[in-house]
């Protein structure tokens, strides 16, 4: 599921320098890592800077509207409107393949795996070894 590109036009609307600066770190591959929770509609990443040898990580809740309604990024415009929170806008939208990746996020405990699938000898190793070891982890 990709997101809409109407997120980054309205982020980046009546401003050329964050339009332009968002395109050139996608198409320069700035964005290091894309995830995307569309039932939070929550946005988070990574994204290197152009200049330094260093890269901020971005948080982006959308709004209604196709808009952001709440935004932070670690560098100095953070707070602000920056070019970090438009590449993660833009790249989720061209991106759309790799927006799956929300496998690999942090499990929300509701959504862990349910205990029934686990085997009788997971539950009890058969080893004596085993046993006393996870015997010590109960007593520790
Ligand atoms: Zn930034």
Request: charged share 25%; aromatic share 10%; net charge positive.
């Amino acid at each position: 599921m990709a997101l809409s590109i109407l997120y980054w036009l309205n982020f980046v609307s009546g401003t050329k320098k964050l339009h332009q600066k968002s395109e050139v770190a996608v198409k320069s591959e700035h964005v290091l890592k894309f995830l995307y929770d569309p039932e939070l509609r929550h946005v988070q990443g990574r994204v290197q800077a152009s200049m330094r040898d260093r890269s901020y990580h971005i948080n982006i809740t959308l709004g209604d509207n196709y808009t952001v309604e709440d935004s932070i990024c670690d560098c100095v415009n953070g707070q602000d409107k920056c070019h970090h929170k438009a590449s993660l806008l833009l790249y989720g939208y061209k991106n759309v393949s790799k927006t799956d990746v929300r496998e690999s996020w942090i499990k929300h405990p509701k959504s862990g795996p349910p205990k029934k699938t686990m085997t009788m000898d997971e539950l009890f190793p058969p080893t004596p070894k085993l046993a006393n070891y996870s015997h010590a982890m109960d007593s520790f």
